[in-house]
């Protein structure tokens, strides 16, 4: 069997092939994602998406380690990439280190992303030298809501653009592997995508990113009715799953369901 995809692997992507990366927060989804892409990202947004919280602010490191760990155990192929919870690292390098240490120890992912600017860059320099990957997430970055005063596309001004720019570089400086750049302006997802010698994957950036990822549910039509403008929906499987719950509660009302194939100690009739 093919090994998992590593890290350095996928920054050897850049200028070579795109990066395909999906999250995954569940062994259902993470087995069905595993074969078609490159990296799976078990992203704090199952807050939002996993636990219906108004925010990503609440999820522990504890939750998002049992995650990976089944995202983990359900895959062979993807590079499988935590996301440091808010609260987890802002602290000091020292946090940061133990609580990714815990969590990779834990699940078996191989590397940690983490939002934040350059501010940060001294943490992500303190986790690669001691052996834990870092995919930097700049730009729109949702553990700032409170700061930022919402969530909105960010570097739309030169200055801010320019802001931002830094923030990648002093992270790509640092040791990252690779840079996250969401909700930004689209020029900017271009330059700082020429810019750098790591791969940039965009979320709501540019086209010419690196490599691409989005939240699963999103392009699942599982996400209620409304998607974010950078996403783009590729099935209903809600309505799938709707119909098929629809039918099973049919089934048990009128008593089609269970047979008495489902059933134990029943004779098969002779043949
Ligand atoms: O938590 C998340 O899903 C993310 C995105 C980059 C997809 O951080
Ligand atoms: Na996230």
Do not use: W
Not at 199 to 223: F, K, M, N, R
């Amino acid at each position: 069997q093919a090994k998992r995809i590593s890290v350095p692997q996928l920054m050897a992507y850049k200028g070579q092939q795109k990066i395909a990366a999906l999250t995954a927060y569940i062994a259902p989804f993470a087995r069905l994602l595993d074969d078609a892409l490159d990296m799976i990202l078990i992203g704090d947004s199952t807050a939002m998406v996993g636990y219906a919280l108004p925010n990503t602010l609440s999820i522990t490191v504890d939750q998002l380690a049992a995650h990976a760990g089944a995202v983990v155990r359900s895959t062979s192929h993807a590079c499988v990439i935590v996301d440091m919870p808010f609260g987890s690292y802002q602290q000091s390098p020292q946090q940061a280190f133990a609580n990714a240490a815990k969590m990779l120890a834990a699940s078996g992912a191989d590397g940690v992303k983490m939002e934040g600017g350059a501010a940060l860059a001294d943490t992500t320099r303190f986790l690669v030298e001691r052996g834990i990957p870092v995919l930097a997430h700049v730009g729109l970055m949702p553990q700032y809501v409170n700061t930022m005063g919402g969530f909105k596309a960010q570097g739309m001004t030169d200055e801010s653009a320019e802001r931002i720019l830094l923030d990648a570089v002093a992270h790509e400086q640092a040791g990252a592997f690779g840079v996250v750049l969401e909700g930004v302006a689209e020029a900017l997802g271009r330059r700082i995508t020429e810019r750098l010698a790591i791969p940039t994957i965009g979320i709501g950036a540019s086209p010419a990113c690196d490599g691409q990822i989005l939240v699963t549910e999103d392009i699942l039509g599982l996400s209620g009715p409304r998607i974010p403008k950078f996403a783009r929906q590729y099935s209903d499987v809600g309505a799938v799953i709707r119909s098929a719950v629809e039918q099973y509660a049919s089934d048990v009302r009128q008593g089609v369901f269970p047979g008495l194939e489902n059933c134990f100690g029943v004779k098969k009739p002779a043949e």
